[in-house]
């Protein structure tokens, strides 16, 4: 079946650019998405990307999409203490519209 | 605009009451989920509603139950609870098709 994998954390400083890692198994996937949950709330979605996309950019995020070794990666540039959160990858495929998602990794950020 | 509702924010129960977690969603969506969180786990699919007056099962069905009552609401029910089910549950909703989910707050639930 379909596996998602991220890291579990991130530690980056504030300013600096943020790099948070997805790995996916299923080649036929469609759309990958990236969510945000901050501390006591439910998942924000933040961006998505079609499968036939390599890159999409919006303001401070990048989402980069490399097919070919199933990663996707977010980009956030200028880290703020705001962006600490856990950010989840999730991906569709098979023609279900069901996204599975990854165990999440935890961005810190600190001064 | 109010989003995904859900109710209550937080509960505890004793192992083998029963409870319903109460979900509704403003947007006029189509589809509807129930999701339960748990450290380390991400989030596991409990049951799904594609469209009204459907229900279908997910990852982690047993010990639950749904009911799509309308088009704006989406419950979940708890037989007889028990501590395996202390987690953290999100309810979420799509227009269809590969949108993406919009969440509700999620409900903390703990079993003793």
């Known amino acids: 079946g379909e596996d998602v994998e991220q890291s579990l954390f991130l530690s980056v400083r504030e300013g600096d650019s943020s790099v948070i890692n997805c790995t996916y198994t299923?080649?036929?996937?469609?759309?990958l998405y990236w969510y945000k949950q901050e501390p006591g709330a439910g998942l924000q979605l933040l961006t998505y990307?079609?499968?036939?996309?390599d890159m999409k950019q919006d303001q401070r995020l990048t989402v980069l999409l490399n097919k070919k070794d199933k990663h996707l990666s977010l980009r956030i540039a200028d880290t703020q203490t705001g962006d600490s959160a856990i950010y989840f990858c999730a991906e569709t495929s098979g023609g279900s519209y069901i996204p599975t998602f990854g165990r999440g990794t935890s961005l810190i950020v600190h001064p | 605009n109010a989003g995904v509702t859900q109710t209550p924010k937080f509960q505890v129960l004793k192992t083998g009451q029963s409870m319903t977690l109460q979900c509704a969603q403003d947007?006029?969506?189509?589809?509807m989920y129930w999701y339960r969180q748990d450290p380390g786990m991400g989030l596991r699919l409990i049951y799904y509603?594609?469209?009204?007056?459907?229900?279908d099962k997910g990852e982690v069905p047993n010990g639950y139950n749904v009911s799509r009552l309308n088009k704006r609401e989406f419950s979940l029910r708890l037989e007889s609870a028990a501590p395996s089910q202390t987690s953290v549950y999100f309810c979420?909703?799509?227009?269809?098709?590969?949108?993406?989910?919009?969440f509700g707050s999620g409900t903390r639930l703990t079993v003793v």
């Open positions: 979420a909703s799509t227009p269809g098709g590969f949108s993406g989910y919009t």
């Open positions: 509603s594609a469209s009204e007056g459907t229900t």
């Open positions: 947007m006029n969506h189509n589809s």
């Open positions: 990307i079609f499968s036939n996309m």
């Open positions: 299923d080649s036929s996937s469609t759309y």
